[in-house]
């Protein structure tokens, strides 16, 4: 059976122990490398970068988030096994895991890290398509000529490089679409590489629950619960049209990935449409400091994205989630496009005070459309607001020191409510 060793990169026909190395971290697979759809994705990236920066680390708890009164960004594996999740108050992450190293993010070290994977990335093949700064689907078709090696290789030679190089960690999802790659890529976390071939697909999903569908969240599978869908083989049942008069166009997607058939092209070239960040609540809040403090900190999010892309928006959107999965939705175009995190907030906090009575809510979002390039960006003062110059100028110096002694060097009062 074809086989790769992760360790040494040796192409092996065993399943076991490579015999160049000794190493037991062997994939192998009947179309291993045959496949050439990947997602690679990195392992606790935020959590994983602090550690390499600071072996102290290595066997503790880690969570990247805010202070007391913040949320968990990410957490370690270490922290995950207590109980930690994204997303989730610190208060409760600190319950489950007391002993925890808590960490504000440095987005600047993480961004910087990010290229590099890329960077390394561009040298298999031109054919990526990035979702966020940890995680990008791969296109390696006709790539064994130029590399002389199988996609399969190659990609344990780019896992391998970021260990050794850069010290991060990354799982592969190799498979014959991008539906298959991506679910792949999560059932052997941390540095997994697991394969989904084309004449397993049907019953590797058989039993599985449709939640492994990348998009169907609490909602949708509550949806598809009271219509007796919980299995890919409950899917199966269903007539195409049923599922399409029942879900819409989700239905029409449902039909094909209960059969493991996903069309849809790896595109390198599609622009960014939007940049946005959100957070849901563990429990329901309409406490107007809570709520403030998450729109200055979603803001500033999403402001480090735009800057780090050479980006800026014209559109400031607002997403809230009432506590019975209702949606608000505000948006307003600015006259000049932004990437300030000052102009965001005040934005999204003047969308939020139209419906900020309307609470509690579960889950909040600030998201920048109609992006166009950063020199396109803050080109005029305001005449209504004279201090707004004076305060982008600020931020910039802020941004400035940020870059050079870290993402907590300096802290904005709100941001700690």
Known sequence: MPAVCRDCLNELETTKRCPNCGSFRVTAHPELFSLSIAHMDCDAFYAS??????P????????????KRGVVSTACYVARIRGVRSAMPMFQALKLCPDAVVIKPRMDVYVEVSRAIRKM??????????LSLDEAFLDMSGTAKLHGAPPAVMLARLTKRMKDELGVTGSIGLSHNKFLAKVAS????PRGFSVIGKAET???????????????????????????????????????????ARFGNTGYRLWHLARGQDKRKISAHTPMKSISNETTFYEDTANLDILDGHLWRLSEKVSDRAKAKDLAGRVVTLKLKRANFSSISRRVSLRDATQMADTLYRTA????DQVGNEGPYRLIGVGLADLVPATQADLSGDLLDPQASQRAKA?????????????????KGRAMR
């Open 56 to 67: 102290d680390l290595i066997d503790k708890p880690v969570i990247i988030g805010g202070g």
């Open 395 to 411: 931020e910039r110096a802020t941004d400035a020191i940020r870059a050079r002694f870290g993402a907590d060097a300096i802290v």
């Open 121 to 130: 990335m561009d040298e298999l093949t031109p054919v990526i398509e990035p």
């Open 49 to 54: 970068v602090e550690k390499r920066d600071n």
């Open 202 to 244: 049907s019953a590797f999903l058989a039993d599985k629950p449709v939640g492994l569908i990348w998009g169907i969240g609490p909602v949708a599978r509550d949806s598809l619960e009271r219509a007796g869908i919980r299995t890919f083989t409950d899917l199966l049942r269903w007539d195409q049209q049923d599922l399409i």
């Open 186 to 189: 999560d059932l052997d976390k």
């Open 349 to 352: 906090r003047g969308l939020f």
